[in-house]
C-alpha cells in the first residue's frame, strides 16, 4: 500500500507526456533516420502550404506557418510516431466555407477570423480528449469522408479557374454558374496564362508517372515558374501572368486570436463540424500507419495532442492543422521511428522558409492553379466511389448526399448531414433487429434446426432468434413481429444468444411479455441470455418478473420444461409431431403425461 501513492502519480504523469512512452526507442540510429525523414517532409511542405493556403483563401506564407508550430505540438503530445500535422486540403477549405461570407479573404480580419477559429477548434478537440471522447470519430463513416473530398476536390478545381485561364468569374458563383461563365468566355481567355498551367499539370503527372519518388508538387512548381519565366523573357508583348509575390522570411509571428463575444459566438456554429472533421482526419491517418507500424494508438491521446497544436499554433500565426495522409506516408516511407521525425521537419522547415522565401516572387499564380488541380485530382477516391456505389445502396446514398451537400450547402452543413445520415441509417437497421423462427428438421437424423417457413411450426410452442440490440428503438419492430407470428396463448422460447444489450425499455419489455404470456395461458422462456443482459435484468429486478426458472442454458431445456408444464390435451389432438416429444405425449396414457421423464435427441 505504501506504493500506490508513488505509482499513481508516476502513472499520471506517464500517460499526460507521451514522449515517456518512447523516449526509450530513440536510439542514434532512429535520430539519424527521423532527422533525414523530417528533412523530407520539409522540403515538401514548402509547395503544399502555400497551395493550402490559396485554398483557405489565407497569405501564401500562413500555409507554411500551419506546418511548423502544430507539427511539433502534435507529434510531441499525440500517441502516434508516424502522424505529421499541418495544413490539410479539407481543413483548408472548410475554413474558406465558413469563413468567406464574414470577411474578404486575405484580408486582416479573415486572418484574425481564422486564427480565432482554429483556438476554439483546439480547445474544442483538448476537452474531447480530456473526457475521452476519442470514439466521436467513429460516427463519421468512410462514406461522408469520400463524398466530402470528392466534392471539395470540384470547389477547389473550381475556385482556380480564374487563375488557370486567366478568365475572372463573378464572386459567389457556384460551381455549375462558374464552369457554365468560363465556358461562356472562353473567348477572353489569356493563352499565355493557361500554356503556364497547362505547363505545371504536364510537367506534375510526368513527374507521378515516370518519377514517383520525387516529390512531383515541387517538380510541377518549378515547371511552371520555369514556363512563366521562358515566356516573360522570350516574348515581346505582355503576357498577363501574374505571380504569387515574395513571403515573409521570418519565423512564425506571434498572434492575438478576436477573443471578443460577438467574434465568438459568430464562429460557434460551425466549430463542432470543423473539429469532427480534422479529427477524423487525423484518426483515420493515425490508424492507418499504426496499422503499418504495429503500433498500438490512443484516440484520445491523439485528440489532446491536436488540441494542443490548434491551441498553441493559433498563437503562433498558425490556421486549423490536422493530421496529412501525404504527408504522414512520405514519413513512414522515409523511414520515420518516433514522434522525433514530423518534430524536426516542423523545425528544419522554420530555417528553410526564410531561406525559399524571395523566391515566391517568380511564383506564377497559374502555376498555383495548376498544382491545385493535381491536389483536386488526388482527392477524388475513384476506386473506393465505385465499390461503394456497387456494394452498398445505403453508404452510396450518404456519398451522394455529402457530396451533393459539399457543392451546394456550407461545407460544415454538408458534414453534419453526412453524419446525421449515417446515424439515421444506422439507427433504422439497428431499430430492427432479425427474428428468425424456427423449428427441428424431422428429416435430420439429430433433428437440427431450421427455418419454420421450410416446415410446419408447432401450433403451441414458437422458437424465435433474436439478432440484435433489445433498446428503446427496437422494441416496436420486435413486439410487432412476435405478435404476428407467436400470440400471447403460445409459448415463446427466445434464443438470446445474439442480444448483446438491453437497455430499460427492452428489460421492462421482456418483464411485461412473460406477465402477458402467462395470464393467456402461455409462457416466455429465454435461452443462453449473456452475462451483460442478464445483469441488466437482475439489477432492474426484472427477473423476478420474467422467472430465474424460464432461463435456460439450451433450447433443450426450454422445451423440456414446456413439456412437463403443458397440458397434453391440446397434443394428443394435435396432426402434426414437430417435438420428439409430441410423440411421447400422444403415446402416453393421459394421466400420466404430466409426470413423464421426457427425452428428446434434439441438439442444444
Known sequence: MRNTGFTLPVQSLFNRLPPLRWWHRVTPDTLKADLIAGLTGAIVVLPQGVAFAAIAGMPPVYGLYAGMVPAIIAALFGSSWHLVSGPTTAASIVLFSMLSPLAEPGSELYVRLALTLTLMVGITQLALGFMRLGVLVNFISHSVVIGFTSGAALLIATNQLQNFFGIPIPPGSNVFQAVHHVVGHLDTLHPWVAGVGMATLATGVLCRRLMPKIPYMIVAMIGGTLAAWLLETLLPMPTGISHVGALSAQPPPLSMPDLSLSTLRTLAPGVIAVTLLALTEAISIARAMALRSGQTLDADQEFIGQGLSNLIGSFFSAYVATGSFNRSGLNYDAGAQTPLSATFSGVILIGLVSLIAPLAQYLPNAAMAGLLFLVAWGLIDWHHIHKTLQASRSEALI???????????????????????????????????????????????????????????????????????????????????????????????????GINFIDLTGAEFLAQEAIKRRQAGGSLSIVRLKEVPRATLARGGFLDKIGTENLHNAKLDAIRTIFARMDPAGCVACPWSVFNECETIKEAPPSAARILPLSSPLAA
Open 399 to 497: 456519398l451522394i448526399t455529402t457530396f451533393l451537400g459539399t457543392l451546394f450547402l456550407n461545407l460544415e452543413l454538408a458534414i453534419l448531414l453526412g453524419v446525421m445520415l449515417s446515424l439515421g441509417i444506422h439507427l433504422a437497421r439497428t431499430s430492427h433487429p432479425r427474428i428468425s423462427f424456427r423449428i427441428p428438421d424431422p428429416q435430420h437424423p439429430r433433428r437440427r434446426f431450421i427455418s419454420a417457413t421450410q416446415g410446419t411450426p408447432c401450433p403451441r410452442i414458437q422458437i424465435a432468434r433474436v439478432d440484435g440490440s433489445l433498446f428503446f428503438a427496437a422494441i416496436g419492430s420486435v413486439q410487432k413481429q412476435l405478435e404476428q407470428h407467436a400470440p400471447p396463448h403460445i409459448h415463446l422460447i427466445l434464443v438470446a444468444s
